[in-house]
């Protein structure tokens, strides 16, 4: 069985690395020319850390991040409304990951070019696809060799990202991503300590009026993963009084700029005036996601990751979950000879459970705690308060019993 993936990003990799452990080949376009280790951080909740274990990254993973052990939810004040622990102090078999997105992304990418050489194909567009009843022609232009060329496979992904070709082939009167008026403003800074240094806090509870921090381990230059130092990840929400199309373009920041958006936060544990003097790339992005889809798959063509379920990131999941899409997906590949029975049931396992995922998210997730404690007037946890965090992970099975104890999707796989 051929595959084609189109997105090198951490959901393709991913992807291509599940299919080569049970034996399918796969081919990764990539329209970037070059996947350079840029971004900010990203967490991996338990659930994804296990799959990455099982593809045989853990002990990577585990030396390129932070594990952190406590959530807490705080105030713009700082003063703690709520707490809970993460990952193995909280029952789990496996860590919460703090990472950069461009150190995971390039480890992910070292281990496709050693596993799998040749199979990630840089500077080629999708331009489209016909499928047919027996596979799919994917159109690309290869820039380097500045001509249109056809791939033929039997399962085309789209892992595309929020933007995704694919998914905008598929529903061509969607239209643009959803922006809920909210920036967020990302950087990174050394130097600046929080806490115990194992700690993600979550100050304010309202969008475009929050701040997120947490440490990581962060390349100590741009671009080179060689040598990594300890920064704190930071994200600003703010939202503009008078928005205009301009609002929707990423652009970069200066300290200054953060500066006085930062004017009314006094979180006393964090040094703000040596968080913006040491932060570097400082960047604004629009809050994005998409309704939840109908349907994902389409014959031989399916969708994966941020082109299939883009969410606002609340509760942790936007990289936990398309990571786990990729393992399914590969798991229902290898199960069958027909890709289209694989793809409806890649999708009837992912699909339902993702799209109320992306409707809860749009409902704070488990940050409706700090609301709620905010209109209460009252501080510490609470039997109502554990209830919507545990509700929350449910949706997802992302408790330590489902994570623990779940059949692996690596488990007897093979062809029926």
Same mark, same amino acid.
């Given at each position: 069985m051929r595959i084609v993936i189109v997105g090198g990003g951490i959901s393709g990799l991913v992807a291509a690395l599940s299919l080569q452990a049970v034996g399918l080949e796969a081919v990764v376009f990539e329209e970037a020319e070059k996947l350079d280790p840029v971004g900010v951080g990203i967490n991996l909740l338990p659930s994804a850390v296990r799959e990455l274990s099982e593809l045989g990254l853990g002990a990577a993973l585990e030396e390129a991040s932070v594990m952190p052990h406590r959530l807490a939810y705080c105030d713009r004040a700082g003063d703690l409304l709520w707490q809970e622990?993460?990952?193995?102090?909280?029952?789990?078999?496996?860590?919460?990951?703090?990472?950069?997105?461009?150190?995971?992304q390039t480890l992910l990418l070292r281990e496709v070019d050693r596993r799998i050489p040749g199979a990630v194909r840089t500077g080629n567009s999708l331009l489209g696809f016909e499928a047919d009843e027996t596979g799919?022609?994917?159109?690309?232009y290869?820039?380097?060799a500045g001509r249109n060329v056809t791939y033929r496979a039997d399962v085309l992904i789209g892992a595309d990202g929020i933007n995704s070709r694919v998914r905008e082939k598929l529903y061509p009167s969607e239209g643009p991503a959803l922006w809920n008026g909210v920036h967020m403003l990302r950087g990174l800074s050394t130097g600046v300590g929080l806490l115990d240094g194992?700690?993600?806090?979550?100050?304010?509870?309202?969008?475009?009026?929050?701040?997120?921090?947490?440490?990581?381990?962060?390349?100590?230059?741009?671009?080179?993963?060689? !040598?990594?130092?300890?920064?704190?990840?930071? &994200?600003?929400?703010? *939202?503009?009084?008078? @928005?205009?199309?301009?609002?929707?373009? +990423?652009?970069?920041?200066?300290?200054?700029?953060?500066r006085h958006q930062l004017r009314d936060w006094t979180i006393d544990f964090i040094d703000m005036d040596a968080l913006l003097s040491s932060a570097a790339g400082i960047a604004?992005?629009?809050?994005?996601?998409?309704?939840?889809?109908?349907?994902?798959?389409f014959g031989p063509i399916t969708l994966l990751g941020d082109a299939a379920h883009p969410m606002y990131p609340m509760g942790m999941n936007g990289g936990t979950q398309s990571i786990i899409d990729a393992r399914v997906l590969a798991?229902?590949?290898?199960?069958?000879?027909?890709?289209?029975?694989?793809?409806?049931?890649?999708?009837?396992? !992912?699909?339902?459970?993702?799209?109320?995922? &992306?409707?809860?998210? *749009?409902?704070?997730? @488990?940050?409706?705690?700090?609301?709620? +404690?905010?209109?209460?007037?009252?501080?510490?946890a609470s039997e109502s308060l554990n209830r919507i965090a545990a509700h929350y992970k449910s949706l997802t099975q992302a408790l330590p019993a489902d994570v623990n104890h779940a059949p692996s999707w690596s488990y007897q796989l093979g062809l029926e």
């Open positions: 622990a993460l990952g193995r102090p909280a029952g789990f078999m496996w860590p919460q990951c703090s990472v950069h997105r461009g150190v995971l799919v022609d994917a159109q690309l290869d820039r380097a194992r700690t993600v806090i979550v100050a304010g509870g309202t969008p475009g009026a929050k701040f997120i921090a947490y440490p990581i381990l962060a390349p100590a230059r741009p671009g080179d993963v060689s !040598r990594l130092e300890p920064a704190l990840n930071w &994200v600003l929400e703010t *939202r503009p009084p008078e @928005p205009n199309h301009e609002d929707l373009v +990423v652009q970069r920041m200066t300290a200054g700029q953060v604004r992005f629009p809050m994005l996601d998409r309704d939840p889809l109908p349907r994902w798959s798991h229902c590949l290898a199960r069958t000879l027909d890709p289209c029975r694989a793809l409806h049931d890649y999708e009837a396992i !992912r699909r339902p459970r993702l799209n109320r995922l &992306v409707r809860a998210n *749009r409902l704070l997730g @488990p940050e409706r705690i700090i609301k709620l +404690v905010e209109q209460r007037g009252s501080h510490g």
